[in-house]
């Protein structure tokens, strides 16, 4: 699987949108864009994933820039509870979409 | 949506015993399933593949005899902590994948804090 880079930490104020970055600059053409999240002390919760076009959610919006090189996962009106680590992940390829390598992750605080 | 159970969601332990967590696809089967151990303020590390019918695949440097894996049927995984240190204390996560590959989630469990005393 290609490897991610995201930042290490992000602040956002709540109610507002939290928008977190992912490179993912050796993606191969099967490979799909995964976000994850992880609460502290809880097992990873899935958001979202998408191959080429924008996908939405209830949760969240996946915005893949033309080239599929990087992404943008963005949390329309963040609350205090999207508070967590946020992964990244590129899934799929050789892999057949079986295990997920997670990355060091970007941890979002929201604050009031 | 498929949920994956895992238990206990927290164990403590004296050194020297074993403890096994068990990993439970309950609305789908799941002929692999995945074991993360993750440190504090540390990201998951793959720790094996479980297979059902056949022998568990271990990551490098992950020992085999003490992190014991057996997928019993197509929904349960179980990881058997053998002869248990403190060092062994982490948070022990499994996860199972969905049936359409890399275009459907993968599921994971709430984790097991295991803390070895």
């Known amino acids: 699987d290609a490897k991610t880079t995201q930042p290490t930490s992000m602040d956002c104020a709540e109610g507002r949108a939290a928008n977190l970055p992912c490179n993912h600059s050796?993606?191969?053409?099967?490979?799909?864009v995964y976000w994850y999240r992880q609460i502290h002390s809880q097992g990873p919760q899935y958001i979202i994933h998408?191959?080429?076009n924008n996908e939405t959610n209830e949760m969240a919006s996946l915005i893949i820039t033309e080239d599929r090189k990087s992404s943008t996962l963005i949390l329309p009106h963040a609350t205090l509870r999207d508070t967590a680590v946020y992964y990244c992940?590129?899934?799929?390829?050789?892999?057949?979409?079986?295990?997920?390598?997670f990355g060091g992750g970007t941890r979002l605080m929201v604050k009031p | 949506g498929a949920v994956v159970s895992q238990h206990p969601s927290r164990v403590i332990c004296k050194s020297g015993t074993s403890v096994k967590i068990e990993c439970r696809s309950l609305d789908f089967q799941a002929t692999t399933m995945f074991w993360y151990r993750q440190f504090p303020k540390k990201s998951l590390m793959l720790m094996a593949t479980?297979?059902?019918?056949?022998?568990?695949?271990?990551e490098q440097g992950v020992e085999k005899d003490k992190f014991l894996i057996n997928h019993a049927s197509l929904t349960l995984s179980t990881l058997t902590v053998t002869s248990a240190h403190p060092e062994d204390s982490s948070f022990y996560i499994c996860?199972?994948?969905?049936?359409?590959?890399?275009?459907?989630?993968?599921?994971f469990g709430q984790g097991t804090r295991l803390t070895v005393v």
């Open positions: 050796t993606i191969s053409g099967n490979e799909y």
């Open positions: 998408g191959l080429k």
């Open positions: 992940i590129v899934r799929g390829g050789n892999n057949a979409g079986n295990m997920l390598t």
């Open positions: 479980s297979n059902e019918g056949s022998k568990a695949t271990y």
């Open positions: 996860s199972a994948p969905g049936t359409g590959g890399a275009e459907t989630e993968a599921f």
